[in-house]
């Protein structure tokens, strides 16, 4: 036995230290060289710093909190096994409809034209309900039908989109009150990004509903034989992404000061895609807010970045193409050093 | 030594290409330590893990038309040695010779084209093609305009089954296999690589008697070809009954090799151990209660019909039945898994629908299941994640949180409690070995402090000290009044630790013994019906 202890001594103190090293250590050393890279072209190029200049850098966060916010939701998702594709059309489904019940009377053609000037947390409630009803159609179909969540959530990704532009015949909603108006403004959406990342990284980490989360995506089998009612569970991880892309739908129509069918296309895409960068496996049972917070970042750095180096968009989005895929492959290249070693 | 032995061909079976006569040093007299008498010989091999010293100075020596058992405890270094010799590892160091010459694998395709060939553990087919797309896969023969020939394939497969007289449709889906006639198209694989070694890693784990004498006779026969053979197993009898040879292995080292015939089992078992063993099956007699599971003409369809039986506080239901005859299927319907058509089950008098795990649980229920990988382990989730799950649910949560100091400091003293060898509670349980992933299992159900505990072959796979370990628990648990019902392949096992046992056929129950009538042929006659 004392052998066998000394063998084993100095592996375990290396093995100690290496998980001391947060798996997002990584991740936030590649967005400081993105950061750096920037730094270094700015002087070289345009004649400033990109990193001094605290109007860029709350920008820079600003410009992807709504993505952040949706990273969040889709992120448990992502951790359960499963894909949500519908979160960018529940944004713009939910930012009409938010939009429709914070329209001042000041306006002749609004929406509900009895509905006017009501308190802002009507706008607010009515948002977030639209999304988790949109979440718990989601979970439900995956948890009583059995169809995958790639089938469910696509469904829900047309249907939400359609109704987004039904809800008003494709026009948008516009003449907001102030107090809704004030969701958006200043760095609000920042604020509530982050806690909402806060909230969730500590029910991820701290609580049952995180460790089912993380059991059902690492073996949904052994999930249910432990006692787990993965469905009701799938349902309430489905529902909380709905509700945070209702979030997200109202703090965009905010900051817009007006509701757009069109509003979050493609946003599905950013938010899966900050997951992914921040270490979130699409085979399910790893990933970390944090991670997702992170990422979320990367591809605001990467905008703000682009633009202020004045190149093209069309660059920037093939780009972004390829720094996704790297992300992946090194992120598949650590883990798989980590387990043979 | 004869090579040409070495190199014969079973007709009419296509050779595959292969990297002989590759190697820059082809004097057989080149390496140092290398004897051309061996067909495989690796010496002073060292594999480490990320904490773990895998492999320590090991040597192996295979002869030609041999079978050589490899025995050890679980983490013994058995299975890593293998998985050098097949290419999936490489070795920090040590030497490698094949046929005489130094060698290096780089991929287990470097292994197949050099002539090794390795049936793993887990099955690796792919259960959407067929059989014979499924053995012939990568090499599959073509027609003129470069399509898969079909008809050629058919007659390939139906040739080599033929020879090792396996009768199963060479067209059928792998997935509407049983997993016995899966493992039995695995070694035909293997077979049809035509290799000279064969490593062969629990083969018969999923088989039945008849099976496992079937692959016995093939085994045979690869020997008279000359193929060197490499057995993995835990079975004692079967050591005795196949190999010529046996190399022992403890904690990542070499022990000693043996004739076969020279040695007795308490031998080996002390080379593995390093300790004596004293008493196999701990049995006790313990007060036998009240009835705590009653089930009564439970039936799922398709599956299992009629099923009634009694378990009692304190007793040990043994369950016996070849591979197929719903014995699983009772104790995931038992269980909640899958929800029975009929019947009625009751705990402690009380009747319950059991429609899902939480609620057998509910009801001082723990179910141990059969398959560690596919329905038990968390894989990629550490020791703690896997111990602490069954118990989320009982009480260790204050408004959702998760106590973890309480839920920390209990698994820490189950892990010490069923000496669980890991680093530390946050080693992924991939990275254990099968007999501490068991223990780490069977401690997240102990850690619910079951009335009632079904156990679905708890020791398969696991070397016999732990196996022994187990077996106490399990005697230890069933003295403080726990209902045991524990579903075993082993005879020895089942004959050992039952109270009274229950044999199964082909879904239906066709009789009970009691621990003094029982011996090994009125179950086997039973069970075969």
């Known amino acids: 036995m004392a052998t066998e202890h000394a063998t084993k001594a100095a592996p375990r103190a290396e093995m100690q230290r290496r998980r001391k090293m947060p798996p997002e250590a990584n991740i936030f050393v590649v967005l400081l060289g993105i950061a750096l890279f920037f730094e270094l072209l700015g002087w070289v190029f345009v004649g400033q710093s990109f990193l001094i200049n605290p109007q860029r850098l709350t920008v820079v966060i600003l410009q992807v909190s709504v993505i952040g916010i949706l990273a969040v939701g889709v992120t448990q998702v992502i951790i359960t096994g499963g894909i949500d594709l519908s979160s960018g059309s529940v944004v713009g489904m939910t930012a009409m409809m938010a939009a429709s019940f914070a329209q001042t009377s000041d306006f002749a053609r609004a929406v509900y034209p009895s509905l006017t000037d009501l308190p802002v947390f009507i706008p607010v409630a009515a948002g977030l309900l639209a999304g988790l009803i949109a979440g718990l159609i989601n979970g439900s179909l995956i948890a009583y039908t059995g169809i995958p969540p790639f089938i469910a959530t696509l469904g829900m990704m047309v249907a939400a989109r359609g109704i987004a532009k039904w809800y008003t015949r494709g026009q948008p909603v516009s003449m907001l009150s102030d107090s809704y108006a004030a969701i958006g403004s200043w760095i609000w959406p920042v604020i509530i990004f982050l806690m909402v990342a806060f909230i969730f990284h500590i029910a991820l980490r701290y609580t049952r509903y995180g460790k089912f989360t993380y059991a059902i995506g690492a073996n949904v089998q052994a999930a249910r034989v432990s006692g787990i009612n993965v469905g009701r569970h799938l349902i309430k991880v489905y529902a909380i992404a709905g509700l945070l892309s209702g979030l997200a739908g109202v703090v965009l129509s905010a900051r817009a000061i007006s509701g757009q069918a069109g509003m979050g296309v493609s946003y599905e895409l950013d938010a899966i895609a900050a997951s992914v960068i921040g270490g979130t496996s699409l085979a399910g049972g790893v990933g970390r807010i944090t991670g997702t917070v992170i990422g979320t970042i990367i591809l605001g750095v990467m905008t703000s970045g682009f633009t202020f180096l004045r190149i093209d968009a069309y660059y920037q989005e093939i780009v972004k193409g390829v720094i996704i895929v790297a992300a992946v492959i090194i992120d598949q290249h650590r883990q798989r050093k980590r387990r043979k070693a | ?529």
């Not at chain 2, 061909?9 to 050779?15: A, D």
């Not at chain 2, 006569?21 to 990320?50: H, I």
């Not at chain 2, 590892?89 to 197949?112: N, T, V």
């Not at chain 2, 402090?449 to 072959?457: A, M, N, R, V």
Request: glycine share 8%; net charge negative.
């Open chain 2, 1 to 529: 030594m004869n090579r040409d032995a070495l190199t014969e061909r079973v007709p009419g079976l296509p050779c595959i290409q292969r990297g002989r006569g590759m190697s820059s040093s082809s004097s057989t007299n080149g390496a140092a330590a290398a004897n051309s008498d061996f067909l495989l010989q690796v010496e002073g091999v060292r594999k480490e893990f990320p904490g773990v010293v895998a492999l320590d100075d090991v040597a192996f020596r295979l002869k030609p038309g041999t079978v050589h058992a490899l025995m050890g405890e679980n983490g013994a270094g058995k299975s890593t040695l293998m998985k050098i010799i097949a290419g999936i590892y490489r070795p920090d160091s040590g030497s490698f010779h094949l046929r005489g010459k130094d060698i290096q694998l780089a991929s287990p395709l470097d292994a197949l084209e050099n002539g090794i060939a390795m049936i793993h553990q887990e099955l690796n087919l792919m259960p959407f093609m067929t059989v014979a797309e499924n053995i012939w896969i990568r090499r599959e023969p073509k027609t003129a305009i470069g399509f898969v020939d079909h008809v050629e394939l058919h007659r390939k497969t139906a040739d080599l089954f033929g020879k090792l007289n396996i009768n199963i449709d060479p067209e059928i889906e792998v997935r509407d296999l049983s997993v016995a006639n899966r493992q039995m198209v695995e070694i035909a694989k293997a077979v049809s690589y035509e290799s000279d070694v064969l490593i062969m890693d629990e083969p018969t784990s999923a088989l039945t008697e008849r099976e496992v004498s079937h692959l016995f006779e093939i085994i045979r026969g690869l020997k008279k070809q000359g193929k060197g053979i490499v057995y993995i197993t835990h079975k004692m009898n079967e050591l005795f009954e196949i190999a010529d040879e046996v190399s022992v292995f403890r904690d990542g080292r070499y022990i000693g090799t043996h004739a076969a015939k020279d040695v007795t089992r308490d031998d080996i078992i002390r080379m593995m151990v390093g300790r004596e063993i004293t008493q196999m099956f701990p049995k006790e007699e313990v007060p036998i209660g009240d009835v705590r599971l009653s089930v009564r003409n439970l039936s799922l369809k398709g599956v299992f019909q009629d099923v009634s039986f009694d378990v009692r506080a304190g007793e040990i239901l043994g369950v016996a039945g070849l591979v197929g005859s719903g014995r699983s299927n009772v104790a995931e319907t038992i269980f909640g898994v899958t929800p029975a058509t009929s019947g009625e089950i009751f705990i402690s008098e009380q009747k319950i629908v059991m429609d899902r795990p939480a609620t057998a649980m509910n009801h001082g229920m723990a179910f141990l299941t059969e398959d560690r990988k596919e329905t038990g382990c968390f894989l990629i989730l550490d020791v703690l994640e896997n111990m602490q799950i069954a118990i989320l649910n009982q009480g260790f949560t204050k408004a959702g949180f998760v106590a973890e100091a309480e839920v920390t400091r209990n698994c820490d003293q189950m892990k010490d409690a069923l000496r669980v060898k890991t680093p530390d509670m946050h080693e992924r349980v991939e990275n254990l070995s099968g007999g501490n992933q068991q223990k780490v299992l069977i401690g997240r159900w102990l850690l619910t402090h079951p009335k009632i505990l079904i156990l679905d072959e708890p020791t398969r796979g696991i070397d016999v000290g732990a196996k022994a370990e187990i077996h106490k628990l399990i005697t230890r648990l069933a003295g403080d009044g726990v209902a045991v019902m524990m579903i075993s392949s082993e005879m020895p096992e089942i004959l050992g630790m039952s109270d009274r046992i229950m044999v199964m056929h082909e879904g239906r129950v066709t009789g009970f013994l009691d621990r003094t009538e029982a011996t090994q042929v009125k179950i086997m006659e039973l069970a075969a019906h």
